[in-house]
C-alpha cells in the first residue's frame, strides 16, 4: 500500500516568546515492512539543526527559532510504501539491547492492579509469543476506547484502574504490562490509515511492541485488537509516550501555549 501523509501541528502564543527550540522524532523508521517515497519535514521560518539516529534506529532531527516567536508550525508532508509483515519489526537496525526495555517510568509505573492483570493473562501460555497475544487482549478487554477519558498525563495505572482511555493509555498499559511479567516493551508513535473510502481522515496513532525471544520486536494494537499491519507508518518508540514523542519543544517566554493538530492520510490508488 502506498500512503500520503499531511501532518501540521501549530503552537501559538498568547505572548511573543523570546526563542524556541524544537526536537522532531517526525521520520518513518526504516525497516522491510515500510519504505519513504518522499518525505519533508519543515518548521516555517526555521533554522534546521543537527540530526542524528539515536539507539533505538529513530532518526531526530533538531530546529530552533529566533524571537518573537508568536506561532511555530510544524509540517509534515510525503508518501510511504508499506508492507504487511504480521507486526514483526524485521529488518530494523538499532543497537539498544532489548532488555533495556524492562525498566519503568512514571507513566508506566507497575502497580498492582497492572502486575495482577499481566500475571493472570499469561497464565497457561505456552510460548512468548502466546503470553504477547494475551497480554493485548487483556489490555484491550480492560480499557475502552473513549475519546477524552484520559489526559496526556495520564498514567497506564490510573486508566487501567478507570477502564477507558485512548491509544496512548493501550500503548503505555501494555509496555507496562509485558515489563511486569519480565518480557521487554516499549511505547511506539506513528500513523494508522483506518478508512477503505479513501477519504482524508485523522490518523496519528500508538501502540506498542514486545520483545519475544526467537523472533523479535512485535507490534501490538490493543486500541484496534490487531498487529500493525500496511494500514500502519512507524515512525520512533520509546519506554513511553513522552519518550517517544514526534514532537519536543521548548519556548523560552511567560505567553501561554494553544496547540493545533491535523493529521491524514490518504491511500494511493495503484
Known sequence: MILTVDHVTTYQYDQPMRAAVQSLRLFPSRFDGQRAITWEVAVEGGLRGGAFRDGAG???????????????????????????????????????????????TAATWIDERVEALATEAVRGAESGLDRAHALARAVAEAIAYVPGATHAHTTAAEALAQGEGVCQDHAQALAAAARAVGMPARYVSGYLYA????????????????????????????????????RYIRLGSGLDAREAAPIKGIAQGLGEERLDVSVALEAVQQ
Open 58 to 104: 529513530d532518526k531526530v532531527e533538531g530546529w530552533s527559532l529566533r524571537g518573537p516567536v508568536s506561532e511555530v508550525t510544524v509540517t509534515v508532508r510525503g508518501q510511504v510504501e508499506t508492507i504487511d509483515t504480521a507486526g514483526v519489526l524485521r529488518g530494523h537496525r538499532e543497537t539498544v539491547s532489548p532488555f533495556a526495555y524492562l525498566r519503568e
Open 195 to 230: 478508512r477503505d473510502d479513501g477519504a482524508p481522515h485523522e490518523a496519528a496513532h500508538a501502540w506498542a511492541e514486545i520483545w519475544v525471544e526467537g523472533i523479535g520486536w512485535i507490534g501490538f494494537d490493543p486500541a484496534n485488537e490487531c498487529c500493525p499491519d500496511d
